[in-house]
């Protein structure tokens, strides 16, 4: 079938990665044609999917925001509206929507040796139509969790209980839980969005979790972003605010894996001065050290505020089985309940949860190499964009747009048509590393073995650390490892030699 079109680009994605991507490739490459396929009606990804009570940053949007697009607001920890107006702010003021495709999902894309190009199957979500189109590069931007559904455990029971189960994932608009008993299951960041939130409504929240999350309290207000954008200009102030967030996360990382001990005493110790020393203990004091997992941002304490209204509370307890009014938990205590939310996390996936193959050979990603958390061994023009666990997804968005900006302007300097990062010789004998380390998360965890694998030796590595990446990822593309070659020109020069000796 005849591509519906073909682009030097095609970014899959049009969330806070996809329109980053494509600012980027207007700005560093203006004379490489590219188009957006978006799978859903809208943009802004994750920002216009979750619609739950709440929904809200757990990073701060000097460092979440683009480093290209100054965050102006007063709230640096800002809701979900908020953020999905930024993003579509950033579309209309650099004219992205005329390359988006929406209705657009990728369910496959395969690689073409003989022609160095990308064909990619789409299929409409409006018509149900099969759509192809063709592209040199492939950059995609499309998240790392399932857009079909939340990770969902089966509960015992689940057919007794007569009233709403929710996941986040599929917050209905006419929910009314005014007055309503809630339990929230699970302790992750969406939970501890939604129990301020819904607590203002509800009869009573409970957050209902297995084990403890640490949090941290902040103010939702970055009084010296304020004062820097009174005294310079936005961008500079932006610029200025961006990098001290970023030291700052970084210090307190380095000071989780240097002093752990110390750290959670911290942590712990801010809790009790909120909800007491017992309550801290028995609901905020996790069996594994900080960072291990992602620490929740609590801001202006609005969760510690719900809590001592005693309009919410926290239960660290299992399921046992639903019931006709709630849930029974392990202890032999039970939960009533109106409306039961599962918070129970995400389920991930490798690119989109399309199919890739090379020349009609499916490519298991899990077998491959990752090639400075971008590309894999292997796989020629392909990239993704991947942001960090510890840290504002956007900050390494940002340094893969530019990566890629600069390994397209190579290939056109030198000619070549085709980058493919290459195992070494010497890197043969790595041993394997799992895509992501020292982070201990289940939704993580559940699927780490389909993930790409990382090496003991750069590039071969996903460093998961801004400082990091700022220098392994500005380094000269052509570093020995990515491979730039043009087979096309060298089969047409191949066959015009062959017609000659026929002549």
């Known amino acids: 079938m005849e591509p519906t079109e073909h682009v030097d680009v095609l970014i899959v994605g049009a969330g806070i990665s996809g329109i980053g991507a494509a600012y980027h490739l207007e700005q560093k490459c203006p004379d490489r044609s590219f188009t957006i396929l978006e799978g859903r009606a809208d943009l802004g990804g994750t920002w216009d999917l979750f619609r739950y009570p709440g929904i809200r940053s757990d990073s701060d949007m000097h460092t979440l925001g683009y480093s290209f697009k100054p965050w102006t607001a007063e709230q640096a920890i800002a809701d979900g509206p908020s953020i999905l107006q930024y993003l579509r702010d950033t579309v209309a003021e650099n004219d992205i929507e005329r390359h988006i495709r929406f209705n657009h999902l990728v369910t496959r894309a395969e690689w073409s040796s003989a022609t160095a190009t990308w064909t990619v199957e789409v299929t409409r979500a409006d018509t149900g139509a099969t759509e192809h189109h063709a592209c040199n590069y492939l950059f995609m931007c499309s998240g790392y969790y399932s857009y ?3 990770h969902a455990p089966e509960f015992p029971g689940r057919e007794r209980f007569p009233g709403p189960v929710i996941h986040p994932q599929e917050w209905p608009d006419d929910l009314d839980y005014a007055g309503k008993k809630v339990v929230i299951i699970g302790s992750g960041a969406t939970a501890m969005t939604m129990v301020p939130a819904m607590a203002a409504d509800a009869a009573h929240v409970t957050m209902l979790q297995r084990s403890p999350t640490y949090v941290v309290s902040a103010p939702d207000v970055d009084r010296l972003a304020i004062r820097l954008r009174k005294l310079l200009p936005d961008g500079l102030a932006h610029r200025l605010t961006r990098r001290k967030n970023v030291v ?51 801001p202006n ?73 971008v590309a894999y061994s292997d796989v020629p023009n392909l990239a993704t964009s991947f942001g960090y666990l510890r840290a504002s997804w956007t900050l390494r968005a940002d340094l893969t747009c530019d990566f890629v900006c600069r390994l397209l302007n ?35 965890q559940r699927v780490m073995s389909a ?53």
């Not at 990382?253 to 809790?271: G, M, N």
């Not at 190579?410 to 895509?435: F, K, N, Q, Y």
């Not at 801004?466 to 220098?471: E, L």
């Open 148 to 150: 079909k559904g939340g």
């Open 248 to 298: 700052l996360g970084d210090f307190f990382f380095k000071l989780t894996r240097r002093y752990p001990a110390r750290v959670k005493a911290r942590l712990i110790k801010s809790v009790s001065d909120q909800l007491g020393r017992d309550y801290a203990e028995q609901h905020f004091t996790p069996t594994y050290n900080p960072w291990d997992q992602r620490v929740c941002l609590i």
């Open 301 to 373: 304490g609005d969760l510690f505020e719900a809590i001592k209204t005693q309009k919410a509370s926290v239960v660290t307890d299992h399921v046992d089985t639903f019931t006709e009014t709630g849930i029974g938990l392990q202890s032999g205590q039970h939960l009533d309940a109106d409306i039961i939310i599962s918070a129970t996390g995400l389920e991930i996936v490798t690119l989109g949860e399309a199919e890739f193959a090379i020349d009609g050979e499916p490519v298991d990603f899990s077998r491959t190499w990752t090639y400075l958390g």
């Open 410 to 444: 190579h290939m056109r300097a030198t000619g070549t048509t085709v980058c493919t990062p290459r195992l070494r010789r010497s890197d043969r004998d790595m041993p394997a590393r799992p895509w992501v380390e020292d982070f201990s998360a289940n939704y993580l």
């Open 451 to 503: 993930l790409p694998r990382q090496g003991d030796r750069e590039p071969w590595v996903n460093t998961q650390s801004y400082a990091r990446d700022k220098k392994l990822l500005s380094r000269p593309v052509d570093d020995g490892v990515m491979q730039f070659t043009n087979p096309v020109a060298r089969s047409v020069d191949h066959v015009g030699e062959l017609d000659v000796s026929r002549s």
